[in-house]
């Protein structure tokens, strides 16, 4: 299956990817992981992207377009993936369309993980995460085994420069402004299964299953 995640920051993507990665056996692509990591690395991209990630916006379509378009060429993404956090722009959404269909595939299915803003602040300010695999926690609803330590590594958890209640802010409006209309073109194509977000994990996680089942 070739999978889209789309839904606002702390709507629950990252933690829905494992399962659905491990149930389909699909290679997992996020786009927020991989910038992330090139920043840590201080690679030429990731020096290019810093600043505008640290503000909440979002960086250059050329950019993660060049990202997703290499990762997507390991042997393991051939049979399917999941896309978590891209597209997030309608350009994006149409450059993918092109990738995909030069390869002669396309996307299966589209969920949008539906959510009201006003729950996202304490996911949001409550998040920590395993860096060097994107696993996430969270203080409240999500809890490690020991505190501040990841339960399958036992390396150190962080929390995200950019997981604050006013830089969650530029990162909403930058989803209503440029990803709600991403939804609204898979919409047209037929694609898009809406799912009840605000749920807890688990009952997600049986949305999810039911929709792809
Ligand atoms: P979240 O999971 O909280 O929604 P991500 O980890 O996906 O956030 O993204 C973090 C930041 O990385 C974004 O605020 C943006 O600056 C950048 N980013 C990630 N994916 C994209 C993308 N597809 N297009 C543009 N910027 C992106
Ligand atoms: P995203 O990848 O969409 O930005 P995450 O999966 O990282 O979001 O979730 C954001 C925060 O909310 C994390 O701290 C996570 O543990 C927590 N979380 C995820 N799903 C739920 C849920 N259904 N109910 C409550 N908290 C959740
Ligand atoms: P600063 O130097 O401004 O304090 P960093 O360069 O340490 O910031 O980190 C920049 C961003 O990358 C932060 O959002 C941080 O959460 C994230 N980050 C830092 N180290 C890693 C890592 N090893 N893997 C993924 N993300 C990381």
Redesign the pocket.
């Known amino acids: 299956k070739r999978l889209i995640l789309i839904g606002p920051p702390g709507s629950g993507k990252g933690t829905q990817s494992p399962i659905i990665k491990d149930e389909f056996c699909l290679c997992h692509l996020a786009t927020g992981?991989m910038l992330?990591?090139a920043?840590?690395?201080?690679t030429p991209l990731g020096i290019k992207a810093?600043e505008t990630?640290?503000r909440g916006e979002l960086v250059s379509d050329d950019l993660v377009v060049g990202v997703i378009d290499e990762a997507m060429k390991k042997p393991s993404c051939q049979k399917g993936f999941i896309l978590d956090g891209f597209p997030r722009t309608v350009v994006q959404a149409q450059k993918l369309d092109e990738m995909l269909s030069k390869q002669g595939t396309k996307i299966d299915k589209v969920l949008n993980f539906a959510i009201d803003d006003v729950i996202l602040e304490e996911r949001i300010t409550g998040r920590w995460?395993h860096?060097?695999s994107?696993r996430s926690y969270h203080n409240k609803f999500n809890p490690p085994k020991v505190l501040g330590i990841d339960d399958v590594t036992g390396e150190p958890l962080?929390?995200?420069?950019?997981?604050t209640a006013e830089v969650l802010k530029s990162r909403l409006e930058a989803f209503h402004r440029q990803t709600e209309p991403v939804i609204e073109y898979y919409s047209k194509k037929g694609l898009v299964a809406n799912l009840h977000a605000e749920k807890p994990p688990k009952e997600v996680t049986a949305e999810v299953q039911k929709t792809l089942s």
């Open positions: 992981d992330r990591a920043v840590a690395a201080k810093k990630m640290d995460i860096a060097a994107g962080m929390q995200r420069k950019d997981d």
